[in-house]
């Protein structure tokens, strides 16, 4: 495996290497999952661009009712956030259950959604915040819901010119939210199905929502409307969350692999959805 290694020291100078190299350079950052895709040979870039250095695209900032962070901050950054954990919880609650301290210090969030990875455990919390991305080039920048940005396994919206440079939602403060991923083992586990949930209740119904995001279970990481739908007006009762459970099997499609078969998934992701729901007290007693 042979490669040239750049290390810009500016954000504009990356965008220039990568405006030269385009599909033939890759950016890397903290290098989890970039690392194994070198090591068994799915990437041969010509050109590695280390971008972990740059502290224009590392920051966690709140401007008004939004919060931006930039590409390059650590997973553990954000789980220490005071921003994070007042403004957006269901994001806390993801970066806990992510990987393991060593991987958190140098996994970043920008990494995490690049790698287009069905099971990345970003991407639900965020598809829940309904997150935007902001893509750069030395043309300009573009803003992608994150919805449109996964198109496929380990393929995106980003084009080969661009960086991926922030990542922008709107404060969720007060709304309640809980993350449950099924993983083999806990700690660097890559999730069997994960699961987002985010909702507020008005007068004992749910009436913000729900946004509810899935893992794992389709080839890109995808909101649960049909589920949302069933949900959407009514209480939180077992009775309701057994028929939103019913929808969510049907709009799941995933693979069977080593993890898990896919029937076992389809279960496993509408138990998710009551298990969040009583985690936070809902629909814990039969009728």
Known sequence: MKFVY????????ALELKARYRERGVFIAGGTDLLI???SGLLQPEVIIDISSLDEIRY???DDDHIRIGAVTTISSIQKSPIVQSSAPIL???CKQFAN???KNVATIGGNLVNASPAADMAPPLLVLEASVVLKSLDGERVLDLEKFFLGVKSTGQRSDE???????KSAE???????????RRGSSISIVSLALMFNLTDGVISDGPRIALGAVAPVPFRARGAEDVLHGVEPSLENLKRAGVALKREVSPITDIRGSAGYRKEVSASLLLMAFQNLGYACNNP
């Open 37 to 39: 895709d070198l090591k």
């Open 174 to 184: 007060g709304l309640n939210c809980e993350f449950v991923k099924l993983g083999q």
């Open 6 to 13: 750049k290390k810009p020291g500016s954000l504009a100078e």
């Open 163 to 169: 960086l991926l440079t922030e990542i922008r939602f």
């Open 60 to 62: 966690i900032r709140k």
């Open 101 to 103: 301290p060593l991987i």
């Open 92 to 94: 806390l609650k993801a």
